[in-house]
């Protein structure tokens, strides 16, 4: 099995800035590309930002300019940080990574952390 552990949410002001961080653990031979999605209260999850192996990113409309995907594969971990966050940004934010788990079995799945709260006040 393999396990994703988040940390950073919290509670903060429009305009200020939060660090997530999800560091996945267990039985992993390689990761794939790392993301981050969010839900708001009555709203579908949606695509935040994906990061590849190679450090390629992807952005959300709404949040690019403000948030940077990064990882460490040394660490396989990966950071979300965001900037001049504003209310509309107020969700559970939840990390995933696509990983090979087996040197014999180059097949990827992609586990989910159990996500942060988010709150942005105005």
């Known amino acids: 099995q393999v396990q994703l552990v988040e940390s950073g949410g919290g509670l903060v002001q429009a305009g200020g800035s939060l660090r997530l961080s999800c560091a996945a653990s267990g039985s992993i031979f390689s990761i794939n590309s790392m993301g981050w999605y969010r839900q708001a209260p009555a709203k579908e999850r949606e695509l935040v930002a994906v990061?590849?192996?190679?450090?390629?990113?992807k952005y959300a409309d709404s949040v690019k300019g403000r948030f940077t995907i990064s990882r460490d594969n040394a660490k396989n971990t990966t950071y979300l940080q965001m900037n001049s966050l504003k209310p509309e940004d107020t969700a559970i934010y939840y990390c995933?990574?696509?990983?090979?788990?087996?040197?014999?079995?180059?097949?990827?799945?992609?586990?989910w952390g159990q996500g942060t709260q988010v709150t942005v006040s105005s």
């Open positions: 990061i590849s192996s190679g450090a390629s990113t």
């Open positions: 995933n990574a696509d990983v090979r788990r087996w040197h014999f079995n180059p097949a990827y799945t992609r586990f």
